[in-house]
């Protein structure tokens, strides 16, 4: 069964305003979407890693469960928040790996299919960095990033997450991508 946009944007909007247990049946609703992002981000994960799916998943619940005062728009922008959020739990925990090996590498977004998944999470902070510095420069062209690369979403779902055109979503992310493949370059 596939909820309506309708009710999970009603439940959004009633847990919005303080109602818990909106939370509670929102969550069933939304877990299979939320578990396709992690599964997204964690496809290009090392072998091995601490982190698993349903983890990645539990514990954007957990932040999730802590987020007080979201004004959340609809679906979509709740879908384009949970991706950065996974994107910031990856990250993190990038950095703590990273941190016992005090050593840090950059990689041009076009190469990064081929590296093997064990030198990843290296790889993962050095696109954070250039991706936290567009947000910096252009917050429009990194959510759409983040929309895009890392929430799986169509030009058109991120046009209606973000409440810009589609034509401004596809016009923005190929110049996105140049910038970050820039930029990585750069940093190598």
């Known amino acids: 069964m596939t909820p309506s946009t309708k009710s999970i944007s009603q439940l959004l909007i009633e847990w ?10 929102l969550m069933p609703l939304v877990y299979e979407e939320l ?7 964690m496809r290009g994960e090392r072998v091995g ?15 999730l469960v802590d987020e007080k005062g979201m004004r959340w728009q609809n679906r979509l922008h709740f879908y384009a928040v949970c991706a950065l959020a996974m994107r910031r ?16 590498e950059f990689v041009d977004l076009a190469e990064a299919a081929l590296i093997p998944a064990e030198e990843r ?21 990194a959510n759409i990033v983040v929309c895009k690369y890392f929430g799986g979403m169509t030009d058109k779902e991120t046009a209606e997450a973000l409440d810009i055109s589609t034509a401004t979503v596809s016009r923005e992310w190929k110049i996105a991508k140049l910038w970050l493949l820039e930029a990585l370059s750069r940093r190598a």
């Open 35 to 41: 578990r396709r992002i992690a599964r997204r981000y």
């Open 121 to 141: 999470s290296a790889k993962v902070v050095a696109v954070d960095e250039v991706l936290t510095e567009l947000e910096t420069i252009d917050p429009r062209k």
């Open 89 to 104: 739990i990856l990250v993190d925990h990038a950095r703590k790996h990273n941190a016992q090996k005090r050593k840090v």
């Open 16 to 25: 919005r305003e303080g109602d818990e247990a909106a939370l509670a049946e």
């Open 49 to 63: 890693h601490t982190l698993q799916t349903t983890a990645l998943a539990n514990e954007l619940y957990l932040r």
